[in-house]
């Protein structure tokens, strides 16, 4: 874990008790380093709620499932939970896969469940992502013969996973303005299931003399090695262009504080709510 902290999450409130235990959702994943980058934010998350249950679920895929972390907190003396997902966005998952995926483990557990948001353009995020774009400038060698591109020269390309939600480019679309400098621009794409695609993107963006593509997206996995390798053939297809690749966000300290701010948005409401 790295990064210096953040505005502090105390202050948030969360309701006194051990009764009151919560799950990070996680989407799953076959990659052993997105599962471990996973895991390490949920150990993070329990590490900034001391005397908090804090159990990690998976949608799919890794184990233990939402159910499993359900049952587990329901052993360690709890009666509600907080399920706080590690999504970027509202989407499919978000409003479809997990509430049922967490409606049948309460009810299986016997546990009252409330969920927070997705992290979206959570302050946290936003940091994160504007450290990652510049790190990756910082690694940029030095131009020989002419001037690094200035703001207005850079266009910064934020690619997404992909969903077929219809709200996906705008959430999207909204994050990337929110991370970018105001002199920057813009624009987006997504590696499956929504327009515009990585491939319109990076054509899109390629009249600029820098591009940066910033893959947003938490944790190792395949969609990251299909940007990593979209931007290897843009780099030869466009060799005038200056092609910047930043890194996914990663399990950084940051990832966790904006979970744990989620969650807290919703812990001191959370009493007594059971499924339907």
């Known amino acids: 874990m790295s990064s210096s902290p953040s505005p502090a999450v105390a202050g948030h409130p969360w309701r006194a008790g051990p009764e009151l235990g919560l799950v990070v959702v996680g989407h799953g994943t076959a990659d052993p380093v997105g599962a471990a980058e996973t895991a390490a934010v949920a150990a993070a998350v329990a590490g900034l709620l001391p005397g908090v249950p804090v159990e990690l679920g998976f949608l799919e895929i ?7 972390a359900l049952a587990a907190l329901a052993r360690r003396g709890c009666t509600d939970v907080v399920a706080a997902p590690l999504l970027l966005f509202t989407a499919g998952h978000a409003e479809r896969d997990v509430p049922e995926a967490l409606r049948a483990g309460a009810l299986e557990a016997g ?15 936003v940091h994160l992502s504007r450290m990652r774009r510049e790190q990756a400038l910082a690694d940029v ?15 910064l390309l934020m690619v997404g996973r992909g969903s077929s939600s219809a709200t996906a480019r705008s959430q999207l679309e909204a994050f990337a303005a929110a991370a970018a400098p105001a002199s920057m621009r813009v624009e987006v794409a997504f590696v499956a299931a929504a327009r515009p695609t990585l491939a319109e993107g990076i054509a899109a963006a390629a009249s600029a003399r820098r591009v940066i593509v910033q893959p947003h997206l938490l944790f190792r996995g395949h969609v990251e090695e299909q940007v990593a390798a979209a931007v290897h053939r843009a780099r030869t297809d ?22 744990v701010g989620r969650a807290a948005e919703v812990a001191a409401s959370s009493g007594d709510r059971r499924p339907a």
């Open 238 to 259: 466009h060799p005038r262009v200056d092609w910047v690749l930043a890194a996914r966000l990663g399990a950084d300290s940051l990832v966790a504080r904006a979970v």
């Open 62 to 68: 890794a184990r233990p499932s939402i159910g499993e």
């Open 141 to 155: 060698p030095p131009l020989t013969t002419r001037e690094p591109p200035a703001a207005e020269e850079t266009v």
């Open 111 to 125: 546990l009252g469940v409330v969920q927070a948001d997705a992290l979206g353009a959570h302050p946290d995020i």
